[in-house]
């Protein structure tokens, strides 16, 4: 259900657990849990092959990177 509604309108930032990891603002998705980041175009899917950086620290609580 979460995916379908994600497909037609869009992630749903979850403001409440966003984060920031030393380059970007971070969260999840509040409908499928797909990693989120923010630039300068707003918030879209973490991309795993380009978004990754050492300059990117992890989650301040869990220690995810993603
Ligand atoms: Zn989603």
Redesign the pocket.
Known sequence: M??L??RLS???VDRRRVWHDGLSFRTR??????P?IRDREGWR?FDFEKDPSKHRSGHPVTGEIV
Do not use: E
């Not at 998705?29 to 797909?34: E, H, I, Y």
């Open positions: 979460g995916k509604a994600c869009g992630h749903a998705c509040d409908s499928c849990n797909a989120l899917k």
